[in-house]
Every structure is written in C-alpha cells, then in structure tokens.
C-alpha cells in the first residue's frame, strides 16, 4: 500500500521519538556562537547568529528579507536553565538543579525544563547530544 | 479535636524501617495509598472519569490504580484467570501466580523484556469497589515495597465526614458535602474545584502555586487583590494567620442578574493567601456564593495542610 507523507512524517517523528532514559542521559550544550544581553530583573536578551541560505540570492534576497541574528528574551528561570546547559550536565543533572533551587518535585520540574530546553533546540541556542 | 496542621506526619505514609524508600501518601476520592516519593502522580483522573491514578518515577509509569463500584461481589480469581489466558495469548510469555500476595489481593506476574509487570486486584468489601493495580519493575521485583504499597490501600468509610483529599503535594480536609467539580495539574500550579449539589450551592477553589519568588512582584497582599475580578467591589480585607503563618483575606461582591438583583442576591467572594515558606508555595482559596449576605466563611471542616518536607530530588528513585 502506498504511504502517504502524513504516514512518513508520523514514521520519521516515532524513529525520532527518545524514551525518557535517553534523553535524561543526554548533555545539553550550548550555542557558543550566542551573545547574552543581561537584564536588571534577571532574565536576557540572547542572540544567535543565523546561516543565510544557499538558495537566499538575488534576486529572491532582494524579496525575501534575511535577518542576520535570531533574538531570544530568556526570563530569569529561563537564563538559569540555559547556563546550566554547558556541555558537561546531562538533562537529569539539570532538572534536578532546577528543581532543588526552586523547591520543585523531580516530575514539576521535568515537565517545564524538557519543555522549555525543546524550544531552546528549536531556536538554535541549545543542542542535546544523546549516547547511544 | 482539630489536628495540629502543621504536623508532619498526620495524613502521612506510615513510617518507614531505615534504608527503605521514603513513602508518600495519597488520597483520591475515597481510596488511600501509600507509595515511593519517588513515583510521582503522572494521572490523576478527574470527577466525570473512572478512577485512576498513575505514579511515575523518573524513567517509567511504576504504579497504575483502578476502581470501580459493583453491585455485587467479583470472582477474582476468574477475572484474573481470564486476563492471564488473553495477555499469554498476545504476549506468548509464561504468566505466573503472584506468591504470597498479601491478603485479600489475588494476583499474577509477567516476565517482561526488561523486567516483571504485576497484575493485581481486591475487593473492598464496605464500599463494594473493585481496585485492579499494576506494578511495573522495571529491573527486579521489591517484593518488601510491593508489600508495603498493597498493604497501604484503604477505602474511606462510606459517610466519612470530612473527607481527606491529598495528591500533588496539596493536603485538604473538606466536608463531605463538597463534591470535586475540576481539577487542574498545570506546571507548578494544582488547582481544585469544589462544589454541593445544592441550588446557589458555595463554591470552593484551592490551588497550590510553585515559584512565588519569580511571578510574587510586589507584596502578596497586593496579587491578591489583583485576582479580584474587576466587576466584584472591595467589601474588606485584612490579615488572617493560618498554619502559622501571615496571610491576607479579602471579601468582595458583585451584582447578579437584574432579577436576582432585585431580590437581594449578589455573587460574594471570599478568598484567602498564604505563602509557606518551608515548601516555597503560596496557598490560594477561594469561596464564591450568590446570597444575600454581604459577608462569607470558609466551611468549618475545610483545612489546608502546608509545611511537608521538600522532597530532595537528587536521591536516586528506587
């Protein structure tokens, strides 16, 4: 039967999909290219260089805008979880910072910290290297 | 006589041999359980689904709860037979009667790839329930805790007055009257809701909020008057200490409809705060009523437990 590209995209997202063991063993690591911007409240602004695209040329270029920078504000729970990304803690190691800082459970922290380091990969500014 | 609530081991698990895994209990409509810190509620099930709560460790779902009212009393062992002959036939492994279940559990355990999974089921006689419980062990069986856990499960009484609510790190004693209209698990906020079937019935909110140091900007006095609906007006507000600690109350009210307006009814609002500063939590209640009266209390039985221990999320889950 012929495979429909919804069936492939769902086959690609369960071969991608890491069991819980995984991804707490995984170091995340951060974006070194990034500059930080420090806040007075704690939090920051953070930007991070962007690769202009090989089909970005004229004259699409001159339709299609290309930012240079991609620019993130990062509250101060946010910053702590992103400093805590430096490439030697694994995701356990992270939320269990978190939570013992925040007086949080293992799981409330695990929920919002795997959650927010998610949106962290999609932006570039972290990368979770997993072990086989 | 009122227990002290600021006591840490009422409503508590039962105290655990040195070594052993620290214990957590909790209570769900009725059904009382004791079980590892370190499994953590994953599923709670709310007020118009069956009852079920599942516990997660870390890496995997370690403990799923069922039950349901029968009229009549089930044959457990041939509800068990019947489950054990449909699983061997999907899973082609050899599935063995649970030894020395503690009474009046009845039981079966499978050989798992990566461990054993443990099939059990009793029946409360009083409340004629039905509780089915899966254990998974992922690596070997902890026959000393699965014990332990079984052991733990207690039905309330059937007119059990108030009654104890407790999961999620919230503790409350309400009358039984009140029944659990929502319940909400977001990130670091636990959110009760709390109704009688009566008409213009009272209702209740109880909510628990993690973090107070990143989203408390001003005073606590100053966010509770920022929760305050915008149609309701200021009827008093002032200091209340609860558990031991500084808090703030406030009463408000608000017109109904033109109808019921006429006839002396408005919608008034009664909300209470604390922040627990041994958990890190703020406590939020909130009783909302339309009646006559300008003025409203909590109900008497209503008791909102704070200072638990904060759990030490580096040790190991067993």
């Known amino acids: 039967m012929k495979r429909s590209r919804r069936d492939n995209r769902a086959s690609a997202k369960a071969k991608t999909a890491y069991p819980a063991e995984q991804l707490l063993a995984a170091v995340a690591y951060r974006n070194e290219a990034m500059e930080v911007h420090d806040f007075r409240d704690g939090g920051c602004r953070v930007r991070v260089p962007l690769n202009r695209p090989k089909w970005l040329v004229p004259p699409i270029s001159w339709i299609i805008p290309f930012s240079s920078h991609r620019q993130v504000e990062l509250d101060a729970p946010g910053r702590e979880v992103l400093e805590l990304c430096d490439g030697r803690r694994t995701v356990e190691e992270i939320i269990e910072k978190f939570a013992a800082v925040h007086k949080l459970t293992f799981r409330e922290a695990q929920l919002s910290v795997t959650t927010f380091l998610k949106q962290l990969t999609q932006r570039g500014l972290v990368a979770i290297v997993g072990t086989k | 006589m009122r227990r002290s609530a600021t006591d ?3 409503h508590g698990a039962a105290p655990h041999p040195p070594g052993a895994a620290r214990m957590d209990r909790t209570c769900w409509r009725g ?3 004791d ?3 370190a499994w953590e509620l994953a599923r709670i099930s709310g007020p118009n689904e069956p ?3 599942t516990f997660s460790d870390r890496r995997y779902h370690r403990l799923d709860v069922k039950w349901l009212q029968l009229t009549r009393k089930p044959n457990l062992d ?6 054990r002959r449909r699983t061997s036939k999907q899973t082609r492994t050899e599935i063995r009667d649970l030894p020395n279940p503690p009474d009046p559990w009845h039981g079966i355990v499978r050989d798992a790839p990566d461990g054993q999974v443990v099939h059990v089921a009793r029946f409360f006689n009083d409340r004629r329930w039905l509780v089915e419980a899966v254990l998974i062990w992922p690596d070997t069986r902890d026959d000393a805790l699965q014990r332990r856990v079984l052991e733990s499960f207690e039905a309330e009484a059937r007119d059990a007055d108030p009654r104890l609510w407790q999961a999620m790190g919230l503790s409350i004693t309400l009358d039984r009257q009140f029944g659990l209209h929502e319940c909400r698990a977001d990130v670091g906020r636990v959110t009760w809701e709390f109704q009688t079937s009566e008409r213009r019935s009272p209702e ?3 909510e628990r909020l993690a973090m107070p140091e990143h989203w408390l900007d001003g005073s606590l006095r100053d966010w509770l008057r920022g929760q305050k609906p915008e149609d309701h007006r200021l ?5 209340v200490h609860v558990n031991g600690h500084r808090g703030y109350e406030l009463l408000s009210w608000a017109k109904v409809t033109p109808i019921a307006s006429l006839r002396g009814y408005k919608r008034v609002r009664y909300e209470q705060a604390w922040q627990c500063p041994s958990e890190g939590r703020v406590y939020h209640i909130v009783l909302t009523q339309i009646r006559r009266q300008a003025e409203l209390t909590l109900p008497g039985a209503l ?4 200072c638990r221990d904060v759990p030490d999320v580096v040790t190991s889950a067993p």
Do not use: I
């Open chain 2, 31 to 33: 059904l009382a359980l």
């Open chain 2, 35 to 37: 079980h590892p810190a």
């Open chain 2, 235 to 239: 009827a008093r507000e002032g200091l």
């Open chain 2, 51 to 53: 009852a079920r709560l």
């Open chain 2, 78 to 83: 041939g509800m068990l037979d019947k489950h």
């Open chain 2, 303 to 306: 008791e909102v437990r704070c």
């Open chain 2, 204 to 206: 209740l909110t109880v």
């Open chain 2, 8 to 10: 840490p081991t009422h």
